[in-house]
């Protein structure tokens, strides 16, 4: 699987962006998708995950009600809706893809097979 993340930019404190990570290959829709993010000077840290139907997902504390995970199978698109942007969301963002034989979600960088290349967001206060 070959991710390609978008939609990053830059923003003002209290806007609003989504992100999109299209996928190649035919098995989407039996793949985990995370989003995690690394701020300058910080380790890579879990955002959102979500599992193959879209019925289950998870959010990291700081992100907790204002960001949104979804996911079109028949896109090959995992998107994330961030709103509510504040200046400490600003990071390069990377979609991640596990092949899972169940559906499941995992806030685990570690347990990704595929990463995007990240896209950059800032947001000015």
């Known amino acids: 699987v070959q991710l390609q993340a978008s939609g990053g930019g830059l923003v003002q404190a209290g806007g609003s962006l989504r992100l999109s990570c299209a996928a190649s290959?035919?098995?989407?829709?039996?793949?985990?998708m995370g989003w995690f993010r690394q701020a300058p000077g910080k380790e890579r840290e879990f955002i959102a995950t979500i599992s193959w139907s879209g019925r289950s997902t998870d959010y990291a504390n700081a992100v907790q009600g204002r960001f949104t995970i979804s996911r079109d199978n028949a896109k090959n698109t995992a998107y994330l809706q961030m709103n509510s942007l504040k200046p400490e969301d600003t990071a390069v963002y990377y979609c991640?893809?596990?092949?899972?034989?169940?559906?499941?979600?995992?806030?685990?960088?570690?347990?990704?097979?595929?990463w995007g290349q990240g896209t950059l967001v800032t947001v000015s206060s």
């Open positions: 290959g035919r098995t989407f829709s039996r793949y985990i």
């Open positions: 991640a893809a596990r092949g899972s034989i169940r559906e499941s979600i995992s806030p685990f960088a570690r347990e990704y097979d595929y």
